[in-house]
């Protein structure tokens, strides 16, 4: 005796693609609302910005004029910025991935660092421009320099590279390890050997969404205090300085309809820069990643 | 294959001349071993021999504990947390589970071959001069002198050769393992611990290297753990039977193919189960 029917069957085959194709064009939908919405950014933003955006705009010290007004001290600010946090999170991060994935027993303690480690992610930024205020700031005595601001930055952005570093040593096959071990390497000699060649591209692109990241944030440094116009330059880690965020949030903020075009001109050097960054990312990642 | 058996039937004669010989002989001695994975017994009462310049197989089912006790012998199981022993292993009269024994000083004499060929994602010449560079060995000279030798070692020389800056995965399941061979030799070790180093192989990689354990067995002590019955009847001197955790029986290949004591022996090679 069959059990199945296959008239019925056949009989309620179209709705079932109609179902099917009624899910695709959803989703397809929502897809698309995303991209509208950031085509429409774009799009505004380029039209508004590029009269502004030239050489001298990139070269200029902010100004009350419009006409004059650059991106200088924001653009050397923001990389100043990248000075401090790039090697503080790299050595921090990778250091504390190496530890938590290849040294650390598998206890307790272990694992509420980790649960703590991917919850400091989700903490909003402006808690740790509070912290960066009390402690670097304030306690410490940094006042509202680019080390103050970067140590900051570091914190907020640390978990991220934790995380993606310690995902891509996770992600490195036990069997290297095994062999590596097989003849007689120690647990150093088979970190720095098989494990961290393996895992470099994903601690990379790791590394650099979280600078991408610290790049475009502004609220901590709101809180930190910030200036918002500076017409000079740090000379160094102890001085003040601003960077591309807190220019374009001066900008926008000005009563003048033509700082807002000039504000345009200064996401598009930012976007600029992040695009750069990911891509290199990505670049990496594809021209390390490898087949096990 | 017949010339794979041949050989094994003068090893078998020559056996009597072993059971005079005194304990220097011996590679390993395995006394009254126990492990625990957690509150698991996984290893219960072993004592067994490993005899110099012989292959001994180790058979039995899946769980049996073969694996495990191969992975004890260059202390390898102790990757595994929770792991608990008792009891001796003693290499060349030492016991390896001694405080003061470097797990790293064992595995230079120890090498080991795994189950799944795990070349390292670097150039061939890479992979055999990994062990020699992690104990130091930076002379250019020397270094090239090791990848020749040990790729003659594991027959792979004349396949690779003229390529020995490509990378090691490039080559065949086949090549990958005899590379991992090759790797094992050039620390130019005293033991080839073998987990079942040909189950992820294609019958003519396989006969490749089962022709190379014969050929190795002249200058090292070799244990490889098996699924395959044939192939210990083919290639080892003696065979230890694992069931359950326990050695049931170890003895001559011959004697345990044609005439085993325990009847549980007899069931798993004559396939009544396993």
Redesign the interface.
């Given at each position: 005796m069959k059990l199945i029917n296959h008239d019925q069957v056949l009989k309620k085959m179209s709705p079932r693609k109609w179902k099917n194709s009624v899910f695709k064009g959803l989703f397809m939908l929502a897809t698309a609302f995303a991209l509208v919405v950031l085509a429409i950014l774009l799009y505004r933003i380029i039209t508004q910005g590029i009269g502004y955006l030239d050489w001298q705009f990139l070269q200029s010290l902010p100004s009350r004029d419009p006409e004059q007004a650059g991106i200088k001290t924001a653009l050397i600010g923001t990389i100043w910025l990248m000075g401090v946090v790039a090697p503080v999170t790299l050595i921090l991060g990778v250091g504390t991935a190496i530890y938590l994935e290849e040294y650390a027993?598998?206890n307790k303690f272990t694992s509420l660092i980790q649960i703590n480690i991917s919850n400091l992610a989700g903490v909003p930024s402006i808690v740790f421009g509070l912290l960066g205020l009390t402690v670097f700031v304030r306690a410490l005595t940094l006042g509202t320099s680019v080390l103050a601001a970067g140590l900051t930055m570091s914190l907020l952005v640390l978990p991220i590279i934790i995380v993606a570093s310690q995902e891509a040593i996770r992600s490195v096959?036990m069997?290297?390890r095994?062999?590596?071990?097989?003849?007689?390497?120690?647990k150093w000699?088979t970190i720095v050997?098989?494990v961290m060649?393996?895992a470099l591209p994903g601690i990379l692109t790791g590394a650099i969404l979280a600078l991408s990241r610290a790049i475009g944030e502004t609220a901590p440094l709101v809180v930190l205090g910030l200036p918002l116009f500076l017409a000079f330059l740090p000379q160094s880690v102890f001085d003040m300085f601003t960077v591309l965020p807190m220019q374009i949030y001066n900008w926008t903020s000005r009563p003048q309809e033509e700082f807002h075009a000039v504000a345009a001109g200064g996401i598009i050097v930012l976007l600029v820069m992040l695009i750069v960054m990911n891509s290199i990312a990505v670049l990496i990642r594809n021209k390390f990643q490898?087949?096990? | 294959m017949s010339t794979l058996v041949a050989p094994k039937k003068e090893a078998a004669d020559s056996l009597d001349n072993y059971k005079n010989l005194n304990d220097n002989n011996k590679v390993y001695q395995t006394k009254e071993l126990n492990l625990w994975y957690g509150s698991n017994h996984a290893l219960k009462q072993i004592n067994l021999d490993i005899y110099e310049n012989e292959v001994t197989a180790i058979i039995g089912p899946s769980g049996c504990g073969k694996s495990t006790y191969i992975k004890a012998l260059n202390r390898m199981i102790e990757m595994v947390p929770s792991v608990k022993t008792s009891g001796e292993i003693q290499y060349r009269g030492r016991n390896i589970f001694d405080k003061r024994y470097g797990v790293e000083e064992l595995r230079t004499k120890v090498g080991m071959v795994f189950q799944k060929p795990n070349p390292f994602p670097k150039s061939i010449y890479e992979n055999v001069v990994y062990g020699p560079r992690i104990h130091g060995i930076r002379d250019k000279k020397v270094l090239n002198q090791i990848v020749e030798k040990s790729l003659k070692g594991a027959a792979l020389w004349d396949e690779v050769k003229d390529r020995l800056q490509d990378n090691a995965y490039g080559l065949s399941g086949g090549q990958q393992q005899r590379l991992c061979i090759a790797r094992c030799l050039a620390i130019e070790p005293d033991v080839i611990l073998m987990d079942e180093p040909t189950s992820a192989l294609d019958p003519i990689s396989t006969l490749k290297v089962e022709e190379l354990v014969q050929v190795l067995k002249k200058e090292y002590s070799i244990i490889i753990v098996t699924h395959n019955m044939q192939q210990a009847a083919r290639i080892s001197d003696r065979t230890a039977f694992f069931l359950n955790g326990e050695v049931v029986e170890f003895a001559e290949t011959d004697k345990i193919f044609s005439n085993p004591t325990d009847k549980r022996t007899e069931d798993y090679i004559t396939g009544r189960f396993g």
């Open positions: 027993s598998k096959p069997e290297l095994e062999a590596s071990f097989g003849m007689g390497a120690n000699q050997r098989v060649p393996a490898k087949r096990y | -």
